[in-house]
């Protein structure tokens, strides 16, 4: 028997619905319908009016019930598979079939490029829309439709532990990046923007409160999203953390007022996995569509809360039709062929891989040695290579949470270079003793030390306790037989022993110290202290603050987690092969005191506009290596050809000039100066620049980024008046170009 209400009575159903198949074909016919020109919303009116009341339920959570979905969970891992939600198989209806990210497709053996934070420091819009492609094809071959993996957080302090998931500390690069992944995932797979909003804190997400007034909120923290969802993002994933007193995945001024009605987003919003909302029927009344990954809540409560009157079959019926919409938007605007198993990780996919992590990394320093800078390499010279550091043999490509990626094969740098320099002696000493890795490093014609983190140290956190915290457990739905009670007491003995969501060892979070380890740097500096042509290569996400011995060595590159094909794309730049050209997107202080406060365990925290680059400037202290900033092999000089404002927007025209011998790669850099003095990132444009050639770039502005938010027409505005640019080739460049656009 069904509830009556108006959308299950016959004579109100919605348009359409008269011509809806009841049979499994139903949806593929809407499908053609919204390709031949017809309202995807109409349509999905049309399916849900054909649907009974247990069928419009089930498109509001997951499709696994809670239980078993954790017993698969604990014997498999996360992920191995896509997580179907919101199907609704009687009429054909597929749901959101979900896959992770965002370092590629987690589901399978999939391509494992570098991590998100390294494709930003490619400050290359282009080159991540390729890998989007890449990933979506991955994705799709897979049988996913959704993928979760635009990450968009803006890291406000670099000791977040997921800052490897998302692109830098500026919305400009954010959102241009987080809308170039959209624009390649889209023709394969449903791009979902995450985790709204404020998301920034690891350890603590689960109980932390962001207060945050408006002025900061709209000018800093969301214009990458709204950027995102304007190129295409038909879904966005809120947050785990509390904004101003109201949990993310409840908030009806950030699902609603904000994202459905200021920004005129139409497509489907899903919680956060198993803990992303507190109150099903609350999350739907403020605008939150789709329970993941599992049946949880929902299932356990709402149809009770309806016969109650407690919820609205309005608010069913509202949500229903946004996700199958979405669906059909997918469906009718997918293109190409099915891709096949043979994508994954395939050969074009892993020269990609390559290209981006070669891309990626940022050479901080470079300074001379026998008369010439170190690097890069000379290969026909060198006779004995020593690769030292307990990082240098290890396949190290991120954390191990829900963005981990399966790659079949990882190439360490030891391989990398190894397979570069067949005619070398390429010595490895897997002892940590400083001293035994100076002996082996002393008669070398160089030596590459590799340091850094590991998923130990940095990534997503699900420590054990997570699981029984109370208000958390309380969750999750009673178990309904002898079964899903082993399950649960399986669930609860394996992660009181520290099994973390992934089904590995607990690990990860928010670093509690940006230094590198004292083993690290004990060999560093004993390593630079018996080869003068010591190289250091440093995997990281975020700011690794080196102040104790950066001056000590002669070469410094910034490796980022490089993806499968790291080593190889190490040693392309070491031997110069490809030009350094990553650029930093974020800054490096000199010491902790620089950033803001950061509290891993904070249960309230306040966000300011302070973070960052414009941080440092705003306490007129001077950074290790500021925004923006990378050394290249070769020089190129750039000049100001022409600026002009269009409404919103800035044109700025720079002329690029190769003036080396060497082909290279530049990154034109506009910010816009308030007449506070605060430098906001507002466009860029990266561009190959052959030897001894000039070519224009042209990069265009957001001056929105420079606005400030008006409370009366709820949208930020551009500045009316003149504006100051910099073109320039880094944050605070000395050498910047100036121009000021009258309004």
Known sequence: MTTEHPASDPTTRAAGADDVPTGPGAFEAAVARVRAGADPFEQARALYGALDDAERLGLLDGDIPFWPGMRDLLAEGYNVRPYPMGAAPRLGVPGLQFVDGPRGCVAGQGTAFPVSMARGATWDVALEERVGAAIGTEVRAQGGTFFGGVCLNLPRHPAWGRAQETYGEEPALLGEFGAALVRGVAPHAIACVKHYALNSMENARFSVDVRIDDATLHELFLPHFRRAIDAGALAVMSSYNSVNGQWAGQNPELLTRVLREDWGFTGTVITDFIWGMRDGTAALRAGLDVEAPFAQQRVAHLAADLAAGRADWADVERAAVRTLATQLRLHAGRTGAEPGPEVMACAAHRALAREVAGRAMVLLRNEPVDGAPLLPLDAARLRRVAVLGRLADLPNTGDHGSSDVRAPEVVTALAGLRAALPAADVVHLTDADPLAAAARAADADVAVVVVGYTAQDEGEFVDGGVFTRPELAALYPEPADDEERRVRDALFGATATGTSLAGGDTAGGDRADLHLSADDVALVRAVAAVNPRTVVAVVAAGTVLMEEWRHDVPALVMMWYAGMEGGHALADVLLGRVDASGRL???????????????????????????????????????????????????????????????????????????????????????????????????????????????????????????????????????????????????????????????
């Open 585 to 743: 997107p974020f800054v490096v202080p000199t010491a902790a005191e620089h950033l803001p406060e950061f509290d891993r365990e904070a249960t309230e925290v306040v966000y300011d506009r302070w973070f960052g680059q414009r941080r440092l400037d705003h306490l007129g202290v001077r950074p290790a290596y500021p925004l923006g900033f990378g050394l290249s092999y070769t020089t190129v000089g750039m000049a100001l050809v022409d600026a002009r404002r269009e409404a919103d927007e800035a044109v700025v025209v720079a002329r690029l000039t190769n003036t080396g011998e060497r082909d290279g790669r530049h990154v034109a850099q506009v910010y816009g100066v308030t007449d506070a003095g605060e430098r906001h990132l507002l466009g860029f444009a990266a561009a190959g620049v052959a030897a001894g050639a000039s070519m224009d770039v042209v990069v265009r502005a957001d001056l929105q980024l420079l606005g400030a938010w008006d409370p009366a027409t709820r949208r930020v505005v551009a500045p009316a008046g003149p504006v100051r640019l910099e073109l320039a080739a880094h944050a605070g460049d000395p050498a910047a170009a100036s121009v000021v656009l009258g309004g």
